[in-house]
């Protein structure tokens, strides 16, 4: 952390001292070439932000799909609450068969 403070104390006194010997057409390039930096940055920033939403775009399709051909199109149908209870009944049995065998296990170390 010391050192840290030290290396920011430099820099800025590094920093304060160009700032104060720097001539007004070399402040200006100076200033040219921070405008430039920061434009590039700005618009790489928006790329990586388009990337992502493409990305998360697509998976939200994916998943889109999927529910569409496991619960059907139509938001209430036969085929929906068919696949639902399907869903619900298998949780529920692959919850109790955990269930069981977790208390089964507790049961046998007791003994």
């Not at 057409?25 to 040219?32: I, V, Y």
């Amino acid at each position: 952390m010391l050192i840290l403070r030290i290396v920011c104390g430099v820099m800025s006194g590094l920093l304060f001292y160009i700032g104060l010997n720097v001539y007004e057409d070399e402040s200006k390039n100076l200033k040219s070439r921070l405008e430039v930096w920061w434009i590039k940055l700005s618009d790489f920033e928006l790329l990586s932000r388009r990337k992502e939403l493409r990305v998360v775009d697509r998976f939200a399709v994916i998943c889109s799909s999927l529910l569409d051909w496991v619960f059907g199109k139509k938001l209430i149908s036969l085929r929906s609450i068919g696949a639902s209870m399907l869903v619900s009944v298998g949780t529920s049995i692959l919850f109790l068969w955990s269930l069981a065998l977790f208390v089964g296990e507790t049961v046998v170390r007791e003994f």
